[in-house]
């Protein structure tokens, strides 16, 4: 993969001057504890595609990543919060999820092998119990209880925690009873897509991106994505469309002038996302403007809502980044880069053999490989996964910035 070679190679060659510029970014911003950025790597660029704040798939990491997770939680959290002994694991309310069970079964293990004490507690105004039991999809059992205000603290009965641990993006809400309280929430409540947006996510990236195209010497285009808000948009509405397609030009025209300019084969796609969720969901990918205008029924019913049942009313329409990463049956695949803080932790791959390679691959018939072995031309973590990773969780540390001071949750609910 010629691209991966010639931009390690760039990023080695000024490796001083970029830990200086990540140094001097770190020492402005809150940068999460954790997260997961999707990756797409084409012939010609490679750009995250996602920046997950609350990342759900600990379990597909190999066990020698998870030791690296573990070792880099205790680093960070020793240096931040020292003398903390007691984490508290707010998941999602995934009754039926036994995978999302398996990861959170994992991130308790990984803190616990470093020799924390952890519990699980939920916070959600549908837990009516006490106490409930969760099987993982491999069949382990997890104890979980509601956790409860007392004071300025967030406690179960029998446990009060050093520091509240978040696994759940609260789409819906920002919960009252995790704000105001003296216990550190990592990562911030407010990071919730109750509250955050990907276009303000992809506007400091880009930006972030175009200083260390800079510093290494490439087109800034090689590691950014050509982005566009859409806001107020119902796709039932023929003006709505006409008004999307609109913004959707200006980004297929700027992909057009540059696949012009590098002699680019390949034929431009799109992809519409809302501006808010995950999982995959409420995205679509188009070949054509045409298709946005004329957009069929079962389209418009994706992009209805997102996840939770959530109406999907603005939209950031996105250039789409083929990838070239095959697994060694052919199939597409994506890395997925975990990280805590702004150190890589581990890498697994999302694979799918019912997609292309221009489609969105977080769709039905994925799967999930561990990066050891999977794809054969690449055997460690290239450089330029690492770099665009730091990038996204600096861009995710001004996010965090802007959203504090733009007033923190737009919706807190107990």
Known sequence: MNILDTLNSKIRDNSGVLEKWFERHHENILIPLYSSVDIRVSQNKIVPVDTNIFPAGFNNISENFRINTGE???????????????????????????????????????????DYEVRIGIVSDSFETEHAVFKTISGLELNAWKAKSSGNKIVLDDFVPDIILLNNDFSERCPKTLRDIVQPVLPPVEMGWHTRRKDVNFEFYNSLAAEVAEIIGIDPWVISIETCLVENVDFDNPDDRKRAAECAKKVWSRITAKYNELEITDEPT?????????????????????????????????LRVTKGGIPVRDVVIQEGVPTIIKTKDGSSAEPVIYMVEDNVAGVFYRVNAEKSETDNLNSKGMRFEQFENTVSEINTIPEVFTLVSKIAVIAAGYEIEKIIRDGGCKEAVS
């Open 72 to 114: 880099l939680f205790k680093n960070s959290l020793n240096t931040k919060y020292p003398g903390a002994k007691k984490i508290l694991i707010v998941p999602e309310l995934h009754t039926k999820n036994a995978y999302y069970w398996e990861n959170i079964y994992v991130i308790k293990s990984i803190l616990e092998n470093e």
């Open 270 to 302: 799109i992809f519409i996302k809302s501006n808010s969720g995950t999982y995959g969901m409420a995205v679509i990918n188009l070949k054509d403007i045409e298709s946005l205008i004329l957009m069929n029924s079962s389209n418009r019913k994706r």
